[in-house]
């Protein structure tokens, strides 16, 4: 018997995000605290983040990375917007370009720089 869904709920109760980790090799979404602890991003069932193409995958990324901006880090649990918000179309554009297929770690700063370009 494997583990067929992995559901995390966001971070522990203190814990802020500093940044996404995109880990492609294992196709693999973490968040990193200030402190330097890894968790996994909580996606809901169904829902799972990906990267490079338009789709759900990337919409499901950027309504979250959207949602972390938005509370400067401090909301983390598992969710997108609120009803009838849309993310920003160009958070959303760079979690569909190529520019966000490769493993990398950036910073909450550097997300709220992609809604400047």
């Known amino acids: 018997m494997g583990i067929h869904h992995l559901h995390t709920f966001g971070l522990r109760a203190d814990d802020v995000f500093a ?7 294992s196709h693999v979404f973490w968040i990193r605290t200030p402190l330097g602890a890894l968790s996994l991003s ?3 069932e169904g ?3 990906e990267v490079g193409y338009s789709g759900g995958g990337p919409y499901a990324l950027a309504e979250y990375m959207h949602k972390l901006i938005d509370s400067n880090g401090r909301d983390t649990a598992v969710g997108g917007l609120p009803h009838g918000q849309k993310p920003d179309p160009r958070i959303l554009a760079w979690a569909a370009s190529a520019e ?3 493993t990398q770690e950036l910073t909450l700063e550097q997300l709220k720089a992609f809604q400047s370009r």
């Open 19 to 25: 940044g996404p980790v995109i880990d492609r090799t």
């Open 42 to 44: 909580p996606e809901r």
């Open 47 to 49: 829902r799972g983040y």
């Open 100 to 102: 966000a297929t490769h």
